[in-house]
């Protein structure tokens, strides 16, 4: 088969391979997020065991609760693609488990900064209050929301034009 510039990434590749690289690009991106994703599934699974839970106000527990539940829905998300691909790929069904695998990514990335929002959240609360809490859970929302979302959407913006 002859390759030629791909029209959407400008390599000199097939479209096959195309799909090959992007599904390992994005398996490769999910090894390094789930990680991330464990370790904090983790630490709120053993928070309840703590003596200390006991003291955690009612505003504390309900974001603890959402907090759990954020971040078992980005594992579930994050390890979605893995299982799409495990489950399909005799079926030469790659272009599709890239194409939803993007978009179940994005949404446990997005899930994923909202879990770690909430458990800076809980912790700043726990250990501070207020105007503390207020203020680390807005600086957090920002980082996440620029550095995960408005610099690459950006990116994309301007490559458009």
Known sequence: MATGRHPGSGRDETEQ???????QEMLGELRVALPGVQVLFAF???????????????FQRSIYFVTLIFTAAS???????????????????KSQIVEAGNRI??????LLALAMTGAVIFVT????????????AAGAL???GVLWYA??????AAERR
């Open 151 to 156: 610099i690459p959407l950006r990116r994309n």
């Open 17 to 23: 391979e195309r799909v090959d690289r992007n599904l």
């Open 125 to 136: 609360d726990f250990l501070y209050g207020g105007a503390v809490t207020l203020a680390v």
């Open 105 to 110: 990514v994005i949404a446990g990335l997005t």
């Open 75 to 93: 594992a579930v998300c994050l390890i979605a693609p893995s299982a799409h691909h495990r489950i399909e790929f005799r079926r030469q069904n």
């Open 44 to 58: 709120l699974l053993v928070v309840p065991f703590n003596q200390r839970f006991a003291d955690v106000t009612s």
């Open 142 to 144: 920002l980082a996440f």
